[in-house]
């Protein structure tokens, strides 16, 4: 199982980023799709979670309204688009695919600064 993230960058606040995520070596249309995030000197929290069966989405109260999680099964791809970015957002965005195990991948860096 491979996941690799990619779209992270700089932004100013205010801007806007979208992550990729995709997978291989899953069915990936099976597996319940996950963002989380790392900040310097801070544990990893979640983001964002998009179901397997009816794509029905959640998000952390402190990223809820500004991103959108969705998925492309024909791609095999995960999405966050990030908007209204906060310098709070700067973090590692981690992918996360379970299906009773759980895969991560490498993480993307977005920085939130002017």
């Known amino acids: 199982v491979q996941l690799v993230e990619s779209g992270g960058g700089l932004v100013q606040p205010g801007g806007s980023l979208r992550l990729s995520c995709a997978a291989s070596?899953?069915?990936?249309?099976?597996?319940?799709m996950r963002w989380y995030r790392q900040a310097p000197g801070k544990e990893r929290e979640w983001v964002a979670t998009?179901?397997?069966?009816?794509?029905?989405?959640n998000y952390a109260d402190s990223v809820k309204g500004r991103f959108t999680i969705s998925r492309d099964n024909a791609k095999n791809t995960v999405y966050l688009q990030m908007s209204s970015l906060k310098p709070e957002d700067t973090a590692v965005y981690y992918c996360?695919?379970?299906?009773?195990?759980?895969?991560w991948g490498q993480g993307t860096q977005v920085t939130v600064s002017s």
């Open positions: 996360n695919a379970f299906r009773l195990l759980n895969y």
């Open positions: 070596g899953v069915t990936f249309s099976s597996y319940v």
């Open positions: 998009i179901a397997s069966r009816d794509d029905s989405t």
